[in-house]
C-alpha cells in the first residue's frame, strides 16, 4: 500500500504519475485477495473441525452474518468519518493508509 499512496500523495498532475499509481494499487488489490483466499478463508474453516454439527452450523451462520457485517459496517463508518473530517477522500488518503 506504501507504493500506491506515496504516488497519491506526490501529486496526480502527469498521466504517468496516474498510470503508476493504477498499476500499483491493482497489484495491491490481487495480491491481498489472492492472499486473503489462499490463507485467510481456509484457516477460518479449520476453527470449526473440532465442533459438533449443530455448532458447525450455528457457529459459521452467526459468524459469517454477523462479523462480515458487522466488520464491512464499521470500516465504512470509520472511511465516511475519516472523509466528512479531512472533507475528501483524496485528503483524507493518508489517515486511511494508516488505519486501513
Not at 465442533?51 to 462480515?68: H, N, P, R, T, Y
Not at 466488520?71 to 475519516?82: A, F, N, R, Y
Request: charged letters at 15%; a positive charge.
Amino acid at each position: 500500500a506504501i507504493p500506491f499512496f506515496t504516488c497519491i500523495l506526490m501529486g496526480l498532475d502527469s498521466p504517468a504519475r496516474l498510470h503508476i499509481a493504477v498499476i500499483l494499487g491493482t497489484i495491491q488489490s490481487l495480491l491481498s485477495k489472492t492472499s486473503k483466499y489462499a490463507l485467510f478463508d481456509p484457516t477460518t474453516q479449520m476453527a470449526y473441525i473440532p465442533l459438533d454439527d449443530e455448532s458447525k452450523v450455528k457457529g459459521k451462520a452467526a459468524i459469517d452474518v454477523l462479523g462480515s457485517r458487522i466488520g464491512k459496517s464499521g470500516g465504512s463508518l470509520i472511511q465516511q468519518g475519516l472523509v466528512f473530517w479531512f472533507g475528501n477522500i483524496i485528503k483524507a488518503a493518508p489517515a486511511v493508509s494508516v488505519i486501513f
